[in-house]
Nanobody, 124 residues
Framework: QVQLVESGVGLVQAGGSLTLSCVVS????????MGWFRQAPGKDREFVAV????????YYGDSVKGRFTSSTENDKNTVLLQMNRLKPEDSAVYYC?????????????????WGQGTQVTVSP
């Protein structure tokens, strides 16, 4: 079992920045793939970023590429999502997730564990 706890609830103006954190605990999560997703009201869950604990390379969804950066703090069991140049359309509930897949994956169906979600609101 893996537990994910997110933090970083935020209200920010367009153009601003916000960092979300996801603290991970449980068995052998070091081999997991970690993803960030978001879901706005009435929309499907959207892929944001994916990263692995053993590699610094991350991949991003098209809508956030160049503005968002994901990283890991392995000594703190934490995954970060740094969000810059935020837009109103970035407003959503953001989720951290863990997948037992050994490859990077952007499909929510491939993820086995999910955090509780944290609201991000970007005002115009």
């Amino acid at each position: 079992q893996v537990q994910l706890v997110e933090s970083g609830v935020g209200l920010v103006q367009a153009g601003g920045s916000l960092t979300l954190s996801c603290v991970v605990s449980g068995r052998a999560f070091g081999g997991y793939t970690m993803g960030w997703f978001r879901q706005a009201p009435g929309k499907d869950r959207e892929f944001v970023a994916v990263i692995r604990w053993t590699r610094s390379t991350a991949y991003y969804g098209d809508s956030v590429k160049g503005r968002f950066t994901s990283s890991t703090e392995n000594d703190k069991n934490t995954v970060l999502l740094q969000m810059n140049r935020l837009k109103p359309e970035d407003s959503a509930v953001y989720y951290c997730a863990a997948s037992q897949a050994t490859a990077y994956t952007n499909s929510p169906r491939e993820y086995d564990y999910w955090g509780q979600g944290t609201q991000v609101t970007v005002s115009p």
